[in-house]
C-alpha cells in the first residue's frame, strides 16, 4: 500500500470518529502526580486561523488566536499555573501545561479549535494523584498497653488501610481504630492501630493499603517474640514472611540494649550477594532464618531484628533474645520446651537420689545406734539376780524411741 493511501486512511478514519461523536473525540484519561508539571493534549490539523479555548468544568482559563500570537487567559485563577507553548500551537499542538499539579487541578477539562474549515473538540478528565512512597509498623504504648500502628503519609485520594493477624483472631478479639487527616494542601496521613494481644505472642500483625485508584497495593506485617537458650549451644532465630517473595533484599541486625543497631548480615536474592559481619558466628538457613553458632550470654544476649523487603512489600521480626549459663536452673514460662523439660528431669532426679541417701542415713545411724547399746552392755557386767529378759522394742520402725525406752529400765534396775 502506497503512503499516500495511508494517509488517506488514516484521514477517513478520523472523519468516521469525528461524526460518529457530533465533531467530538473520545474522552482522554489523564494521571497527574502531585507536585510535578502535567500536559494536557491537544492535537489538531492546523489551517492558519484556529481559535483555541481551554474550558475546565465549563469556565473558560485560555484562549488563544492565530492572528494575535498570543494567548489570553480571562480567568486569573489559573494565569500562574497553567500555560500555552506558542512555539507548538502553529504545528497543530494546544496542548495545556499545569505546573505542580494538586488535587484542586481534578476535573474535567475541554480543548475547542475552530478555523475556517472545521471545528474538533477534545474533552479531556485530570485525576491527580500523590503515590505511597513508603508504609510504616510499629508498636506503641499508649494508656498502659502495647498498640501495632500501621501510617502511610502524604498520600492522595486517601487510600483503604486494612489491619490484621495471622492466623486470624475473632473479630471481637480486635480492636481496630483508623483515621484520615488532610493538610492544607489536600495530602492525607492515614493511620490505622490495633491493640496488641499479649496473651498470643506468636501473632503476625499484617497491613495491606490500597490506593484510591487500585493501581497500588502496599503490604507489610510485624512479628514480635522472645527466644531462650543455653549459652554454647546452636540455635535458630525464625524469620519467616506470610507470604512468598522475589527478588528480595535480607538484612539481620542486632542490638544490646541502650545501644545502637549494627547490621550483622545482608543478602541480595538478585545479585546473590552477601555480606556477614559474623562470619564464624551466624549462617543463613532456609527463609530467611539465622542460625547462631556457640553463642556467650554477655556477647549475643539482644534484640535481632529481621527485615525482608520486596517491591511493595516488607516483613519485619524484632526476637529478643536471652542466652542463659549452663549451671541457670530456672527459665521463663515462655522458653523453649525442650530445656524446661531438661531442667525439670534434672531436678527430679536429684530430688530422688536425696530421698534415698536419708533413708541409707536413717538405716545406717539405727544400726549404729543398736552397736552402741550392746557396747555398753557389755562394759557393765551384771550379777546373776540383776539378769533379766531383754526389753522389748514399742516401736519396730522407730530406733531412737526403743532405745530411750531399754535405757530407762536398766537404770532401775541397777538403782534396785
Not at 543478602?267 to 551466624?282: K, M, P, Q, T
Not at 521480626?317 to 524446661?340: D, E, F, G, Y
Not at 546373776?384 to 535405757?407: H, K, M, R, V, Y
Amino acid at each position: 500500500m502506497s503512503m499516500a493511501r495511508q494517509y488517506s486512511w488514516i484521514f477517513l478514519l478520523r472523519m468516521c470518529i469525528l461524526v460518529c461523536a457530533n465533531g467530538k473525540t473520545p474522552d482522554v484519561q489523564v494521571t497527574c502526580i502531585f507536585s510535578e508539571d502535567c500536559i494536557l493534549p491537544c492535537l489538531f490539523e492546523p489551517v492558519g486561523d484556529e481559535i483555541i479555548y481551554w474550558f475546565r468544568q465549563n469556565v473558560l482559563i485560555h484562549t488563544f488566536t492565530q492572528e494575535s500570537g498570543f494567548p489570553d487567559q480571562p480567568n486569573k485563577l489559573y494565569s500562574e499555573r497553567t500555560s500555552l507553548s506558542n512555539d507548538t500551537i502553529p504545528f497543530g499542538n494546544a496542548s495545556l501545561y499545569i505546573q505542580k499539579s494538586g488535587p484542586r487541578d481534578r476535573g474535567r477539562y475541554r480543548c475547542l479549535v475552530t478555523s475556517s474549515q472545521e471545528t474538533s473538540e477534545h474533552s479531556i478528565t485530570v485525576k491527580v494523584k500523590a503515590p505511597i512512597e513508603s508504609l510504616k509498623m510499629e508498636t506503641i504504648w499508649l494508656s498502659g498497653y502495647e498498640e501495632v500502628k500501621c501510617s502511610v503519609r502524604d498520600v492522595y485520594p486517601a487510600p483503604r488501610v486494612t489491619l490484621f493477624t495471622e492466623p486470624p483472631v475473632l473479630p471481637h478479639g480486635l480492636q481496630t481504630d483508623t483515621r484520615k487527616t488532610a493538610d492544607k494542601q489536600g495530602l492525607y496521613t492515614v493511620e490505622s492501630k490495633i491493640r496488641k494481644l499479649e496473651d498470643q505472642a506468636d501473632l503476625t500483625y499484617i497491613c495491606l493499603v490500597q490506593s484510591f485508584y487500585g493501581s497500588q497495593i502496599w503490604r507489610t506485617s510485624l512479628q514480635e517474640k522472645e527466644m531462650y537458650s543455653v549459652e554454647g549451644k546452636d540455635f535458630i532465630i525464625p524469620c519467616v514472611a506470610p507470604w512468598s517473595l522475589d527478588n528480595f533484599t535480607l538484612t539481620w541486625s542486632f542490638s544490646k540494649e541502650h545501644q545502637k543497631s549494627s547490621v550483622i548480615y545482608t543478602y541480595d536474592s538478585i545479585a546473590h550477594l552477601s555480606f556477614s559481619v559474623w562470619e564464624e558466628r551466624i549462617r543463613l538457613v532456609q527463609n530467611g532464618s539465622l542460625q547462631l553458632r556457640n553463642p556467650m550470654r554477655t556477647e549475643h544476649t539482644g534484640v535481632y531484628t529481621c527485615v525482608l523487603s520486596s517491591f511493595q512489600t516488607k516483613h519485619v521480626v524484632h526476637t529478643r533474645v536471652n542466652i542463659i549459663p549452663m549451671t541457670a536452673k530456672r527459665l521463663p514460662k515462655n522458653s523453649p520446651q525442650w530445656i524446661n523439660a531438661a531442667i525439670v528431669t534434672g531436678l527430679t532426679v536429684t530430688a530422688v537420689l536425696v530421698v534415698i541417701a536419708i533413708v541409707k542415713c536413717k538405716a545406717v545411724c539405727r544400726t549404729w545406734s543398736t552397736k552402741t547399746h550392746e557396747e555398753a552392755t557389755e562394759m557393765h557386767p551384771m550379777r546373776d539376780s540383776q539378769i533379766s529378759l531383754p526389753c522389748s522394742f514399742t516401736d519396730a520402725n522407730s530406733g531412737d524411741a526403743s532405745e530411750i525406752i531399754c535405757l530407762s529400765e536398766e537404770t532401775e534396775r541397777r538403782q534396785t
